[in-house]
């Protein structure tokens, strides 16, 4: 069977997944954690990586199918170079969230939810992201950034685009 | 009563505090080698009577929970740390995770020791990379002393600490959906019982405690119980120790801040918050978190009777009675994880409503029909209303379907769903129903300032 699987993670990523696998009593937990290694690699996941997951796991495909779908940040389709997420949850939201949003699509020429047509950059709200202090806040990749205005937003998507 | 403290946050503002070289130059690691001198009951005694109230959302002391756990059996027993921080209005865990990080693999060994576990693992949601990043940190600096791993102190009590993280699902953060998360599968709740402490993760007894809770048992086991619980000038009510605050929305300064527990909202909003923004009046604030039932400046304490535990309040402002479990409880509302939305007048009900609704709608697993369609009806219903096509029948059928989740549903995401419609519908009656006759144009139209 492994060797009809077309996808096969790095040297190094080969070498986290045996870490994580020594972290729990059975092979199934590691089933999240090893999704967001191959979604780290090539930015969504696949069947061929369902395909993995489950073997690797020692699961139906059916269930990591399931696992795939419940969860909002495994991508089912292709994404962009860079994910930009707005929160929109109700503490951003009082402090202009709606306005901030707004901007992006503008700016980027998309609305959420789409992706740029050179592919660069993915749009997506998100639901509170425990920054509600620091409102309005956005996500890029895996940085935060917060206590937006709109100017400093710029400054952000031009440091994206240009790059 | 505002006495702001210094003590689960007293490395915040030391350069690399999340080091473990700065947490140990302030006394760090003393409370768990002295935890692991003594008995596992002894240890369990100080956190009961520290009264501490899991910081998670629904306030159950945590040394009751911790006594639940089997002293015997052929099983592991396992700790679980809830780090899913997701619900609306709360970012106070983060700040530990990003700031302390050592204070929480401590309190883990402690946590570990008390409930008769030898593994932990700290559920992060995945968004919080830096929140990771640094308790992994920690967790290498702490195996690399020998503070972790098979003789932490020299006691042969093994000890491990993992970091798990979720991928995206508010759901995850209630503790039996967490534990399905945890074994890798959708996260979804379970039926109770069997209780976590009876069969929890991978089928053995599991203590689930919100990561501020764990991350006071140094403090706890430094100071003393007791000690702990007389912080709080709530104490008398069971409600003990210091806890950081938070709160957000229209205040001048939204932030997290660490005080005694006997905090007012009034406190809160204007003292630690730094109060309205100028030219703007409280509209309304919803106490702890965006499941909490919102609460009005206008609104009076009704407890007349002296057996009541409010009635030294009665006849006073809610805002100045002291966030606790039972106090906030007693007024209809919960102290929850105490980080506060505030909402100016500039805010419309009826638009904080219908983002409430949204997130509640976007966010239920589904598993169980009033949940499911309650929380899309509702959605719909506020849908209509914000759009200007909403009725007064409509309003009251919202009433219903909330009234209906409540209680019907496997675990309390329904009630943390209805609870803050039908709040804003007992508080704001009037207002929604002038938006509905008006069409919109009675709204200030907008939640931003
Ligand atoms: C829908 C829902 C979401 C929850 N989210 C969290 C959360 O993000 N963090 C947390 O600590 N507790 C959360 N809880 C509460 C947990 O179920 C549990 O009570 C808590 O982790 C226990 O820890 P504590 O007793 O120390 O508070 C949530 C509960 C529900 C019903
Ligand atoms: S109440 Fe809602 S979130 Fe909880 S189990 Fe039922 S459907 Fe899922
Ligand atoms: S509401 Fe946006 S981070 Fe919490």
């Known amino acids: 069977m492994g060797s009809t699987m077309s996808f096969a993670l790095n040297p190094e990523r080969e070498r986290e997944m045996e870490d994580i696998f020594s972290r729990y009593p059975n092979k199934q937990a590691a089933c999240i954690p090893l999704l967001h290694l191959c979604q780290e690699q090539q930015r969504w996941v696949n069947d061929d990586v369902i395909a993995f997951v489950a073997e690797k796991c020692d699961v139906p495909t059916a269930h990591v199918k399931g696992v795939v779908t419940f969860y909002s940040l495994f991508n089912q389709a292709p994404v962009g170079e860079h994910e930009i997420w707005v929160c929109q949850t109700l503490s951003c939201a009082l402090r202009g969230a709606d306005k901030l949003l707004h901007h992006c699509e503008k700016r980027l020429g998309i609305h959420h939810g789409e992706t740029t047509k050179d592919g660069k950059i993915t749009l997506r709200v998100a639901e509170c992201l425990a920054a509600c202090g620091q409102a309005p806040m956005i996500m890029v990749d895996k940085t935060y950034h917060e206590n937006l205005s709109l100017e400093r937003v710029d400054e952000i998507l031009d440091a994206l685009v240009g790059k | ?449």
């Open chain 2, 1 to 449: 009563m505002l006495k702001p403290v210094k003590i689960l946050t007293k490395n915040y503002d030391t350069p690399d505090s999340h080091k473990l070289q700065v947490y140990q130059s302030s006394g760090g690691y003393e409370a768990a080698r002295k935890a692991l001198g003594m008995t596992r009951d002894q240890v369990v005694d100080e956190v009961k009577k520290a009264n501490l109230r899991g910081r998670g959302g629904a306030g159950f002391p945590m040394g009751v929970k911790w006594g639940f756990m089997p002293k015997d059996g052929d099983k592991p027993s396992y700790l679980v740390i809830n780090a899913d921080e997701g619900e609306p209005g709360t970012f106070k865990d983060r700040t530990l995770m990003e700031r302390d990080p050592h204070r929480i693999i401590e309190g883990c060994i402690i946590g570990c020791y008390g409930v008769g576990a030898h593994t932990a693992y700290i559920y992060v949601r995945h968004e919080l990379h830096l929140s990771k990043e640094r308790l992994w940190g920690a967790i290498h600096e702490a195996r690399a002393q020998g503070f972790l791993g098979p003789k932490p102190f020299g006691v042969d009590y093994p000890v491990d600490v993992f970091v798990h993280t979720g991928a995206g699902a508010y759901i995850c953060g209630e503790e039996t959906a967490l534990l399905e998360s945890l074994e890798g599968s959708r996260g979804e709740p379970r039926l109770r019982p069997p209780f976590p402490a009876q069969r929890g993760a991978f089928g053995c007894p599991t203590t689930v405690n919100n990561l501020e809770s764990i991350a006071s048992c140094p403090t706890i086991l430094e100071m003393g119980g007791e000690q702990f619980s007389k912080l709080s000038s709530l104490h008398k009510f069971g409600d003990g120790g210091c806890r950081l605050y938070g709160v957000s929305g229209h205040v001048n300064k939204p932030g997290v801040y660490e005080a005694c527990i006997g905090v007012t909202l009034r406190e809160l909003i204007y003292d630690l918050g730094g109060g309205m923004p100028e030219g703007t009046n409280l509209l309304g604030v919803i106490p702890g978190g965006s499941s909490c039932p919102i609460i009005r400046p206008d609104d009076i304490v009704d407890a007349p009777d002296p057996k009541s535990i409010l009635h030294e309040w009665h006849g006073k402002p809610q805002l100045d009675v002291p966030i606790g479990v039972d106090t906030m409880r007693n007024l209809g509302t919960m102290a929850g994880t105490t980080c506060a939305i505030v909402l100016s007048d500039r805010a419309c009900p009826v638009l904080a409503m219908h983002n409430l609704a949204r997130f509640y709608r976007h966010e239920s697993c589904g598993q169980c029909t009033p949940c499911r369609e309650g929380t899309g009806w509702m959605l719909r219903i506020l849908d209509k209303i914000v759009q200007g096509k909403g009725s007064i029948e409509e309003l009251d059928m919202l009433h219903e379907i909330a009234s209906n989740i409540m209680g019907n549903t496997i675990c309390a995401f329904g009630e943390g769903a209805s609870m803050p419609m039908l709040g804003f519908l007992r508080k704001f009656r009037k207002e929604i129903e002038d938006y509905i006759r008006t069409g919109g144009s009675s709204s200030t139209g907008r939640l931003a300032l």
